[in-house]
T-cell receptor, first 113, second 115 residues
Framework: AQSVTQLGSHVSVSEGALVLLRCNYS??????LFWYVQYPNQGLQLLLK??????LVKGINGFEAEFKKSETSFHLTKPSAHMSDAAEYFC???????????FGTGTSLTVIP | NAGVTQTPKFQVLKTGQSMTLQCAQD?????MYWYRQDPGMGLRLIYY???????DKGEVPNGYNVSRLNKREFSLRLESAAPSQTSVYFC??????????????FGPGTRLTVL
């Protein structure tokens, strides 16, 4: 079975500060991992994905995530937060033998000017 | 290329009424999905269709039915709406590669309120 846990339903950072959103996964088979962003009143957009190639994955808008098998983690980071980064972020996992995505409960990011 | 489209964008129903949410994608994807999004619960899969002609239950299928009308269209029906079905509904599509590494593309959502 696959699942993801996002630690912290709300995260606030100052503009220009480091963004760190946490995601831990559980999977009985090698996972593929995703981060999605949702802006208010919109659908989800893919930020980045890990599919067993490089463990450090770079995505859009300056975000990146590192797959750490030993820690079963896939945390999302950005060196310097922008006001436009304020949104809800979802981590998701899919088994490489399956078809269903499993989403975390989301982390709402607030950027303080 | 519109991606994934959903209709309607908003809907208010009374308890017991029925309605169908429509979803279409123009990316020639084989797989399509219906999710509901509720505060603090993330996205939960209602039904999915791995390919044309097949549908499978997800995590929360009770009270819903689906139809994969053709490769492009995947509809979600509420036969007798209940207040617990007040939610935002998202349709998504994907094209599984080998092995499955598909990215899901989401529609803009339907905001449903059941009174």
């Amino acid at each position: 079975a696959q699942s993801v846990t996002q630690l912290g339903s709300h995260v606030s950072v100052s503009e220009g500060a480091l963004v760190l959103l946490r995601c831990n996964y559980s999977s009985s088979v090698p996972p593929y991992l995703f981060w999605y962003v949702q802006y208010p009143n919109q659908g989800l957009q893919l930020l980045l994905k890990y599919t067993s190639a490089a463990t450090l994955v770079k995505g859009i808008n300056g975000f990146e995530a590192e797959f750490k098998k030993s820690e079963t983690s896939f945390h999302l980071t950005k060196p310097s937060a922008h006001m436009s980064d304020a949104a809800e972020y979802f981590c998701a996992v899919i088994a490489n033998t399956g078809n269903q995505f499993y989403f975390g409960t989301g982390t709402s990011l607030t950027v303080i000017p | 290329n519109a991606g994934v489209t959903q209709t309607p964008k908003f809907q208010v129903l009374k308890t017991g009424q029925s309605m169908t949410l429509q979803c279409a994608q123009d990316m020639n994807h084989n797989s399509m999905y219906w999710y509901r999004q509720d505060p603090g619960m993330g996205l939960r899969l209602i039904y999915y269709s791995a390919s044309e002609g097949t549908t499978d239950k997800g995590e929360v299928p009770n009270g819903y039915n689906v139809s994969r009308l053709n490769k492009r269209e995947f509809s979600l029906r509420l036969e007798s709406a209940a207040p617990s079905q007040t939610s935002v509904y998202f349709c998504a599509s994907s094209e599984p590669l080998a092995p499955t590494t598909d990215t899901q593309y989401f529609g803009p959502g339907t905001r449903l309120t059941v009174l």
